[in-house]
């Protein structure tokens, strides 16, 4: 086992300067620059920029200097705990990040146990009730909550929530709370704001979830096993809940390794619509405006979180389950 | 001797009036307790001797009463210059009639258009309590403007006349003097400019970053504190004046920015040192604090509509206007519409410089650019997406310019199909089998234009394609990245972009015409010509169009103008060449910009232009005299 994680944190390091430098020339495909995109914006808006200007910028960034060049002292900045900077805050890329991360990790955490805490009695329901009445009917609602485009339920909740509620329109508290000390006052317009996000985003999760754990366990419901169990005065809820539902989790556990980024990176499109102050917008805005060192720390960052949480989930699997064998680099 | 005492006599007004106003008025209550306290002297010594006396009848305005908080909401960290701009605190100013007054100033002189003299007011302070003097504006000049390593592009062109720096002069403490060789008449515009050109930076602040004053073992800990990279960059970072980042950086502006970035809400407060006063003496701004929240632009409408904002009109589109005046009574608002300030809300732009050889040609003649103009019926626009109150004209100066003429206005702006399609017929574009006209190589006629701008523009774009199409011209837009497009018509693969119009429709004569001509490679008709003048025959192209060249000459005529008379004539054959040439396809003008304001909040006023330049939006309107009436 032991073996197993070192040669997978050892295959993680090539793996990582792949995407680093995948990530860094992606960035670096459209035409143009940070600087471009910048004057093209005071333009629209009637401002002038001096082009002397714009060129010295371009000198201090190191915009002239050839882009493999560009690319090495990103990656290595970042080896260094240095992440470069961001042209559009005009700060480094970690001071920019660093504040929102935690209600981004807040906001998502949430999100992802309100999820479960619908998808899994839902889930399990479907599953024991086969065609039932209560099936299809949960299931529609959990169609529904998929099919439905996010950011519209967002806009429509924010208007009902404002207009029923009197609550201010997006963020994650009011106004008067930013930058204040916790108190129960924060708190609790901390958690009104969240209903609203946390409800679009979930909904949108809890159909999969649903489906897939359905699935699951009706696959393993009718094993010989289960049969036989019944079938010799098991209990019913542990005839259920011992075996089977474990069975059934494989999915669950797999899911592991997109969750950790997940939680870090939001659900982007809501949290534009909500205005929330998480970290989703933040690299949207930073793709747009080719920001390029602080979307592609941030890609990075994601990267990296992606590579140890499905190595967490490997791990996690094969506990859960025996039959899944660790045979990293040994086959025959 | 007390401070005050030196102060008047190194500053050698003895003789001058103590204040304008006599009785002595309130301290601003938030100010009242720091005061008593001994932390900062009282307001008589804040003020300068000679303090601008805001003329309140002459604008229109009721005094107030200090205190409150304007919130506003604003997009992304950049906004914050909005507070800049706002805030319009400038060496000179233009008042609402856009006349260029002094503001920091106590007054100015100029002489032959070339020689400009300074005098500041005497016992005026940046908003840390230093003194404001000579000494700022020789600072900037010698050693931010004029040292290699801080302007390594040189002195900022505005500066400049044929490629001639100014001389510079301390003539006392609180005089300076500026004298080209010949007259430069973008000068004072452009210390009134919305985005100022800063001549005067606080020196004893900005000292400690400059390698030529502070001890190097200082700055080279300064510059490891803050992560720069050398002090170039420090320096750079911390005298940005224009987007207030630094909240140690002193300001002569009415509001300080007081949050470092990033953050979700920027707050400013008064500075305690502000130059202006009331007629009744009490110092302003009226309110303690400005609040700047940051939403998504998508968002904001929504959040003024809900009663979020105490003034707002960035972000806000005339199509929320029936929005907002739905909440305007439950969140005790009130909507108002100011006159937008662009020349054209959306114009065409066809790109003289395109690659394709027969679309140029096409685009040369005349009669194709007035065709197109013909074609557009102006008056369904205006009914079609601004409920019939724009005002259907070509690209140009608005009526409330001083410049103002009808016959821009209409200059081929009425709606003539037969015209339009008899004046393509003379050129020769034939129309084929199905109607659509012929290129005189054989191809179809088909014009392509880009657009990268909102809803607003592709709405407008829908009715062109029709109006064009009936000429026989088969017109497809296509939206894209605003960077993308400007770099596509600085390569010639752009054949029409759409933008809206000038941005200066309030144009007064002293302000320099550079739009009307090819001064520069962001201009959309003549991205190449402009480049080549701008980069002195370096890249680009050499101008083709006698009537482009003529342009070009008359802006050169401008920037060596030296009385408003002259300027004025220069003014108005530009203006008769441009609208008469049909370089830039107008639509409607003096389309309505929605204004949310408090209910409590006075001093806005009801009309207004909303514009960048020359208002600098509400900066003209002088938001330090706007205050909360709580009764």
Known sequence: MLRYIAYRLLAAIPTLLLISALVFFIIELPPGDYFETYVAELQAQGETVDPQKIEYLKQEYGFDKPLI??????????????????????????????????????????????????????????????????????????????ATPNFLLALILLYLFNVWFGMSIGHLMDAEFIDQPMSWAKFVSMVEHMIIPVIVISTAGTAGMIRRLRANLLDELQKQYVVTARAKGVPPMKALIKYPLRMSLNFFIADIGSILPAVISGAEVVAIVLSLETTGPLLIRALQSQDMYLAGSFLMFLATLTVIGVLISDIALALLDPRIRLQGGRRR | MSRRALLLGTAGVLAMPRLAVAAPADEPPSLKSAVEAGDMPPMRDRLPLVPRVVDFEQRGKAEGRHGGRLSMLMSDAKDIRMMTIYGYSRMVGFDEKLDLVADILLDYQV??????????????????????????????????????????????????????????????????????????????????????????????????????????????????????????????????????????????????????????????????????????????????????????????????????????????????????????????????????????????????????????????????????????????????????????????????????????????????????????DEIGLERGRYGWRHLPDGRRAELIIELAGGNEESDVTQLVVEYWGKLGL???????????????????????????????????????????????????????????????????????????????????????????????????????????????????????????????????????????????????????????DRE
């Open chain 2, 111 to 424: 002489e032959e258009g070339r020689i400009f003299t300074f005098r500041l007011r005497p016992g005026h302070r940046w908003s840390d309590g230093h003194p404001f003097t000579a000494e700022d504006f020789r600072y900037t000049w010698e050693d931010v403007e004029n040292d290699e390593a801080l302007s390594r592009g040189g002195v900022s062109a505005v500066m400049l006349v044929d490629g001639e720096p100014p001389v510079f002069e301390v003539v006392d403490d609180l005089t300076v003097r500026y004298t080209w060789p010949r007259p430069n008449p973008q000068f004072l515009p452009s210390l009134a400019g919305a985005s100022p050109n800063y001549i005067a930076q606080p020196a004893h602040y900005l000292k400690q970053f400059h390698a030529k004053y502070a001890a190097a073992e200082d700055l080279e800990r300064l510059v490891a504190e803050n992560n720069s990279r050398d002090w170039v960059a420090l320096h750079t970072v911390k005298a940005r004046a224009y987007r207030p980042e630094n909240p140690d950086l002193p300001t002569l502006e009415p509001w300080m920015n007081t949050t470092p970035p990033p953050a979700e809400r920027y707050i400013f407060k008064r500075n305690p040192y502000f130059h202006r006063v009331d007629p009744s003496g009490r110092q302003l701004p009226y309110v303690d604090e400005v609040y700047f929240g940051i939403s998504s632009a998508d968002i904001i409408p929504a959040k003024t509509g809900s009663g979020d904002s105490d003034l707002q009109a960035r972000y806000l589109r005339f199509d929320n206007y029936t929005f907002l005046k739905q909440g305007a009574a439950a969140h005790d608002f009130d909507v108002r519409l100011w006159k937008d300030g662009t020349g054209s809300q959306v114009a065409y732009v066809p790109n003289l410089n395109v690659n394709d050889p027969v679309w140029r040609a096409l685009f040369h003649d005349v009669r194709f650019r007035r065709a197109l103009s013909l074609a557009v019926h102006r008056e369904e626009i205006n009914q079609q997406f601004y409920f019939g109150l724009a005002n259907p004209a070509a690209n140009c100066v608005l009526p409330g310019s001083p410049l103002y003429k009808p016959e821009y206005e209409q200059a081929w702006a009425a709606y003539d199909p037969d015209r339009a399609n008899a004046l393509l």
């Open chain 1, 69 to 146: 060049e560009r690319y090495f002292t990103w990656v290595g900045g970042m080896l260094q705990g240095d992440f470069g900077y961001s042209f559009e805050y005009e700060l480094p890329v970690s001071e920019v990040v660093g504040n929102r991360l935690w209600l981004t990790v807040l906001v998502s955490t949430v999100t992802i146990i309100f999820t479960w805490l619908i998808a899994f009695p839902i889930g399990i329901y479907s599953a024991t009730h086969q065609y039932s009445w209560g099936d299809y009917g949960l299931t529609f609602l959990g169609l529904l909550g998929l």
């Open chain 2, 474 to 628: 088969r017109v497809f837009p296509r939206s894209m990245q605003l960077d993308n497009m400007r770099r596509r018509f600085l390569s010639g693969d752009t054949m029409m972009s759409v933008w809206s119009g000038l941005n200066i429709g309030y144009a007064t004569p002293d302000m320099p015409p550079e739009e009307l001509a090819p001064v520069s490679s962001v201009q959309g008709s003549w991205p190449k010509w402009g480049q080549f003048l701008e980069t002195g025959g370096m890249a680009g192209e050499k101008i083709e169009l006698p009537e482009v060249q003529r342009l070009a000459d008359l802006f050169q005529q401008w920037r060596v103008s030296s009385d408003t008379a002259e300027r004025r004539a220069i003014w108005h054959q530009m203006l008769s060449i441009f609208t008469d040439q049909v370089f830039t396809i107008g639509t409607i003008n003096g389309a309505l910009q929605p204004v949310v304001v408090r209910n409590s909040l006075r001093n806005v006023p009801d009309k207004g232009i909303y514009a960048f330049s020359p208002v600098a939006y509400f900066g003209v309107y002088m938001p330090d005299t706007f205050w909360f």
